[in-house]
């Protein structure tokens, strides 16, 4: 079975500030790992993925995800953070060699301060 | 290119009523999905197809049926809509393979009162 968790269910961050997002996952096998963000009455945007390769992984709006297969986590990053990208932020998992559909985290809700 | 459109963006229903909310998809996606959407709970599979005339459930079905007759079209049926189904419901496609991103609506809100 696969499973995906976000441990932190708010993240607070001063603008101009660095932000992470965590995000630990489980798969028997290789992972494909999603990083997706929502707006408030708005669908999940997709922001960036992990396939295979370089562990680190640029995305949309300046993120960038960093893959740790030892210690299964797959954290959002952005190094200088605006007011606008607060948001709710989903991590997503999908085990390559077997599982038929995404399995989503429950969500981090990261809040800018200007 | 309008992506995927869900409708309708609201709505209420008593217990016992039934409706279908209805999703398209312009992008030539292959893979469609729907999930609902509670609180802290992150997003559940409900059902999902894989093509036309070929659909399969998710992770929490029950209660809901889907049909796919066109690759364009995906609803989702409610049947006794019951408050337990009081939920955010949002439709995806993929195209390609398993290692792609899906593409979401915005959303229908569903009040069951």
């Known amino acids: 079975a696969q499973s995906v968790a976000q441990p932190e269910d708010q993240v607070n961050v001063a603008e101009g500030n660095p932000l992470t997002v965590k995000c630990t996952y489980s798969?028997?096998?290789?992972?494909?790992l999603f990083w997706y963000v929502q707006y408030p009455n708005r669908g999940l945007q997709f922001l960036l993925k992990?396939?295979?390769?370089?562990?680190l992984v640029k995305g949309s709006y300046g993120f960038e995800a960093e893959f740790n297969k030892s210690q299964t986590s797959f954290h959002l990053k952005k190094p200088s953070a605006l007011v606008s990208d607060s948001a709710l932020y989903f991590c997503?998992?999908?085990?390559?060699?077997?599982?038929?559909?995404?399995?989503f985290g429950s969500g981090t809700q990261l809040t800018v301060l200007p | 290119n309008a992506g995927v459109t869900q409708t309708p963006k609201f709505r209420i229903l008593k217990i016992g009523q039934s409706m279908t909310l209805q999703c398209t998809q312009d992008?030539?996606?292959?893979?469609m999905y729907w999930y609902r959407q509670d609180p802290g709970m992150g997003l559940k599979l409900i059902y999902y197809?894989?093509?036309?005339?070929?659909?399969d459930k998710g992770e929490v079905p029950n209660g809901y049926n889907v049909s796919r007759s066109t690759t364009e079209d995906f609803p989702l049926r409610l049947e006794l809509a019951a408050p337990s189904q009081t939920s955010v419901y949002f439709c995806?496609?993929?195209?390609?393979?398993?290692?792609?991103?899906?593409?979401f609506g915005d959303g229908t809100r569903l009040s069951i009162l």
């Open positions: 197809s894989v093509g036309a005339g070929i659909t």
């Open positions: 997503a998992v999908r085990d390559s060699g077997s599982a038929r559909q995404l399995t």
């Open positions: 995806a496609g993929r195209t390609g393979g398993s290692n792609q991103p899906q593409h």
């Open positions: 992008m030539n996606h292959n893979y």
């Open positions: 798969v028997s096998g290789n992972p494909y």
């Open positions: 992990y396939i295979t390769g370089d562990n």
